[in-house]
């Protein structure tokens, strides 16, 4: 019969081996921003001005196509479809995108369909990382960069946009002013370089990279023999017609090592459709699907469905200033503005975006110092618990899209996201107001 020291010490060790059941190339990968600040929003009923989604009905006829799809006879729009991508779905993105870049884009081999940017980053990078290999990226960069790469064996060489020392003095800023230093970014290119990740525009600053810089980017892939993912998803939220979004495949000799990520979420302004898609060459696509046909293999018939019609329906309209691709701009525009002067009042320094719908601020003058960096803690994290937990206003800390070696960076600015409808910004500009004035 076994005694009570016996159990205890089964259970101890039991205990153990529960610890070590991750896998460990996801060790140190475990915390994400977004699970605890979603959580944390939710729980305190706070004005979530924070995460990127709208508060508010999509396009009128994304709801009616939804409608009519669900409504369509063909029953098998309630089965399996093509792994790499419905069919009316890629022959859609093909006649959409073929004129954008400047070439036919073949619908079966040039296209696949996965469920959202994040799996079309995962394939695109798990595809061609080995251990050992190193991938280039920017930061500020979207948070699942840097685990993807490391939970493929790979190693992230990390370079920051940095705003131009000026402009960090001025009330107001452009997206504009964070720049790369080009020497440095030459120096992390090496034998072992096998990805860059470039995302314009990107979030969360809003930068849209300049031809001049994206032609650089593409000389050093080209001199290094080096892939390109290029992360697209705001493509079609640009603010200023003198900095218009340039695809860095239609460069010269980059289509044959890039791929070009997109998103119906925010095409359409309905995240919860969650598909996306991935566009380059044949012999880069195939590897992205094996990737993809061992992981997710297919995604939902139905969705996949409704945003080609949806597509259809733009495409009709593509050149005119209808079309929700071209109109998109503006329904944000005021929203931006209204926000960027909110937080000036406030006494907080606005980052001001030329792309996507998010807005950077300082915040270091408006919280004074009574939130400081420690070795547990970035500042910009306690002050944004600060204001969720205190103020019921969620905002998301900058820090989150750095690696640790260049977190300090970042650490004076909070996040904003303006894709709200005007209520919800008009009761995040009051509780901002009244804490200024408290």
């Known amino acids: 019969m076994a005694s009570a020291s016996d159990d205890s010490s089964k259970t101890k060790n039991s205990d153990k081996k529960s610890d070590n059941l991750l896998a460990k190339r996801f060790i140190g990968l475990e915390k994400n ?10 729980a305190h009923k706070a004005v979530n001005v924070g995460q990127g989604f709208i508060d508010y009905a999509p396009p009128s006829y994304f709801i009616d196509l939804y409608k009519e799809t669900l409504d369509d006879p063909n029953i098998l729009l309630h089965q399996y479809t ?35 940017a994040y799996p079309s980053l995962f394939n695109s990078i798990h595809a061609f990382i080995n251990p050992g290999d190193e991938a280039i990226l920017i930061e ?11 939970s493929a064996g790979g190693t992230p060489r990390c370079i920051a946009l940095k705003p131009k020392p000026e402009s960090t003095k001025a009330d107001i ?11 440095e970014l030459e120096s992390l290119f090496n034998s ?28 050093l892939c080209q001199k290094h023999n080096v892939i390109c993912i290029s992360d697209e998803v705001y493509e079609w939220i640009v603010y200023d017609e003198n900095k218009k979004h340039i695809r860095i495949a239609t460069l010269p000799n980059m289509w044959e090592r890039t791929l070009t990520i997109g998103s119906a979420g925010k095409t359409f302004s309905s995240t919860g459709i969650k598909l996306g898609w991935t566009i380059g060459p044949p012999h880069l696509i195939r590897s992205c699907q094996i990737v993809h046909q061992d992981c997710v ?6 969705s996949q469905e409704v945003v080609a019609r949806c597509f259809e329906y733009e495409l009709k309209r593509i050149n005119s200033p209808e079309c929700y691709f071209n109109s998109i701009s503006n329904e944000f525009l005021e929203k931006r503005d209204k926000l960027v002067q909110a937080l000036k009042e406030c006494g907080m320094k606005p980052v001001i975006p030329d792309g996507g719908y998010f807005v950077l601020a300082d915040y270091s003058q408006f919280a004074g110092d009574k939130f400081q960096s420690d070795a547990d803690d970035m500042k910009d994290f306690k002050f944004v618990r600060y204001l ?22 970042a650490e004076n ?21 009244k804490l200024k004035t408290n």
């Not at 921003?33 to 939710?42: D, G, R, Y």
């Open 173 to 183: 800023s452009s997206s504009f002013d964070w720049v790369l230093d080009k020497n």
């Open 33 to 42: 921003i977004w699970i605890e600040f979603s959580a944390l929003a939710i």
């Open 297 to 302: 293999y297919t995604c939902p018939t139905i």
């Open 413 to 433: 600015y909070i996040r904003f996201c303006f894709a709200k409808k005007d209520e919800t910004l008009d009761k995040a500009i009051e509780i901002l107001r």
């Open 192 to 219: 072992r370089t096998r990805l860059i990740i470039v995302n314009t525009p990107n979030n969360p600053v809003g930068k849209v990279f300049t031809l001049e810089e994206l032609e650089y980017i593409a000389s």
């Open 82 to 116: 093509r792994g790499y991508g419905h069919r009316r779905l890629v022959e859609a993105i093909s006649n959409v995108y073929s004129p954008y870049f400047n070439r036919k884009i073949d619908p079966l081999n040039e296209i696949l369909v996965t469920g959202g």
């Open 140 to 150: 500020p960069f979207f948070d699942c960069y840097e685990p993807m790469v490391r």
């Open 388 to 409: 969720t937990k205190e103020k019921q206003l969620a905002t998301i800390p900058v820090t989150g899209f750095y690696t640790a070696e260049h977190r300090h960076l």
